[in-house]
């Protein structure tokens, strides 16, 4: 695969200073950056409070299925027929979903369950006209 080389983007500091740079030159694809493999990627829209305050309702979710889901990853799983936000985690020989807000319970995933991990999540989009 032939390795893309991102323009760099001006840089936006939180603290007290704001924009850090007067001029911005690059003009950057979120395309390019986000959409890696067009025919495997996927998007769905967060519902829910398991995942804040890393994902909030309403957040568009950014799915390559053509990356691996390694443990530790959040990605999008379909379990008893959902699909379901969540952090993968494989121990023990186990696989649990966690989620983000500590008011949920892990789901430790059972051989009864349908369950498939269906993609990473790759990026989130946040509308932020409403804030």
Not at 7 to 29: R, T, V, W
Not at 48 to 65: Q, T, Y
Request: net charge negative.
């Amino acid at each position: 695969m032939e390795k893309k080389i991102r323009a760099k983007l001006p840089i936006a500091n939180c603290g007290l200073f704001g924009i850090s740079e007067d001029h911005i030159q690059n003009y950057q694809s979120l395309d390019d950056r986000f959409v890696q493999n067009r025919s495997a990627t996927f998007f769905f829209e967060a519902q829910g409070d398991s995942m804040e305050p890393l994902i909030m309702p309403g957040d568009v979710l950014v799915i390559d299925r053509s990356l691996e889901v390694k443990s530790g990853r959040v990605a999008v799983v379909y379990l008893d027929g959902e699909f379901l936000c969540k952090r993968f985690i494989r121990q023990d020989g186990k696989s649990i979903l966690r989620s983000h807000n500590p008011l949920h319970r892990d789901i430790i995933i059972s051989e009864e369950m349908d369950f498939l991990v269906w993609g990473p999540i790759v990026a989130v989009a946040r509308d932020m006209k409403e804030l």
